[in-house]
Each structure stands twice: as C-alpha cells, then as structure tokens.
T-cell receptor, first 114, second 114 residues
Framework: KQEVTQIPAALSVPEGENLVLNCSFT??????LQWFRQDPGKGLTSLLL?????REQTSGRLNASLDKSSGRSTLYIAASQPGDSATYLC?????????????FGQGTELSVKP | GAVVSQHPSRVICKSGTSVKIECRSL??????MFWYRQFPKQSLMLMAT?????????EQGVEKDKFLINHASLTLSTLTVTSAHPEDSSFYIC??????????FGSGTRLTVV
C-alpha cells in the first residue's frame, strides 16, 4: 500500500532563508506527483506538477524534484518570504490507480518570520 | 487556468438538518470530481469519487446514505450531508482532474453543526 510521508511537520525560518521540504513515498510506481499550498481555512493551490518521466519542475522561486528510485520528492523554496507561510502538501497519483485518486502526505506547516 | 468554484464557503446548521455543498467547474468539463474531508491540522481524506452520470464510489468507512453525492452534469457536482450531527463538522473540499494529470481544488466549505 502506497504511503506518503512529509518531514518535518512544521518548520519556522527567518525571512530570506532558502529551505527544503521533503516528501517520501513507499512505492516508486507513480503516475505523477503534485505539490500544493494551503492557507488556513482555504482550499489547495497547485504549485508544481511533476510527471513520472520528469526529474524536476521550476516556477519562480520554487523548484520541485522527483527521484522515484529513492521514493523522494523535495520542494525547494528560495529566498523565503513571510507570504510563503502556509501548509505545503505533496500528493501523488499511483500508476495502478485507474480512478485517479490522490494520496496525500500529512503536510508541512511553514512559518517565515519577518 | 481551470477553476472549480465551491459554495458555500461557510455554513452553520442545526443537528438533524441537511446541507448541500456545490462544486462547479467554471471553464472546463469535469467528468470526475473528488470529495475530501479535512480535520484541523490534518491532511485531506478522500471520501468519494463522483463520475458524471453514474453513482459515486465511496471510500471504505464513508456512509453513502449520509453523504449523498450527485454529479448530474459535466460542470456540477454536489455533496449533501444528511441528518447532520456535530461530528460531521469539518472542512469539505472538492477537486477535479485537469489536463496533463494535474488536479484543481475548490476553496473549501467549513461546516459547523450545532
């Protein structure tokens, strides 16, 4: 059974710092992996989508990598800002998942201090 | 980009009443809609998958008679919480699959049953 784990559960950093959020999964047979951001009481905003055949995706200050062999994905945030404070969730779609269901990690709650 | 509009954003209802939550895909056709539930400080839990024109598929442990899902058109899916109880209070979010395997989410509905 595929399991997705995010470490750490919470992270507090000073403004301007570069940081890495981790997502690990137990089964490398994935279809794709997506990183989301969730602000308190809000829905999810898609940040980056990495297909199974890709190694990384970049958008602005964000870079997500995917290493299926080691069962890991990382989200790199450069020059963090207070506005980056939110919960970050990784979710993957398993390859055998014909229904298209996503499997979510528990999330990392990020706080960027001014 | 693909947008899913979810309403209401917040609702308070009395125990024993029913509440309907709507999700509309605004600029695309959503043949499949996913309904999630989220408890405070926890990740998303998939409740059911709805396909346009057919019965929803519920996850194990989710009462299909309590959480009625209707997906009558390619742009509208609804979740009705019937005979609501305080333990049904939660954050409910819908999601639809979009091009290239990604997913877009509604803004969520905070349900409080008093």
């Amino acid at each position: 059974k595929q399991e997705v784990t995010q470490i750490p559960a919470a992270l507090s950093v000073p403004e301007g710092e570069n940081l890495v959020l981790n997502c690990s999964f137990t089964d490398s047979a994935i279809y794709n992996l997506q990183w989301f951001r969730q602000d308190p009481g809000k829905g999810l905003t898609s940040l980056l989508l990495i297909q199974s055949s890709q190694r990384e995706q970049t958008s602005g200050r964000l870079n997500a990598s995917l290493d299926k062999s080691s069962g890991r994905s990382t989200l790199y945030i450069a020059a963090s800002q207070p506005g980056d404070s939110a919960t970050y969730l990784c979710a993957l779609r398993a390859r055998e998942n014909q229904g298209g269901k996503l499997i979510f990690g528990q999330g990392t709650e990020l706080s960027v201090k001014p | 980009g693909a947008v899913v509009s979810q309403h209401p954003s917040r609702v308070i209802c009395k125990s024993g009443t029913s509440v309907k939550i709507e999700c509309r895909s605004l600029d695309f056709q959503a043949t499949t809609m996913f309904w999630y539930r989220q408890f405070p400080k926890q990740s998303l839990m998939l409740m059911a998958t709805s396909n346009e024109g057919s019965k929803a598929t519920y996850e194990q442990g989710v009462e299909k008679d309590k959480f009625l899902i209707n997906h009558a058109s390619l742009t509208l899916s609804t979740l009705t919480v019937t005979s609501a109880h305080p333990e049904d209070s939660s954050f409910y979010i819908c999601s639809a699959r979009v091009g290239h395997g990604g997913y877009t989410f509604g803004s969520g509905t905070r349900l409080t049953v008093v």
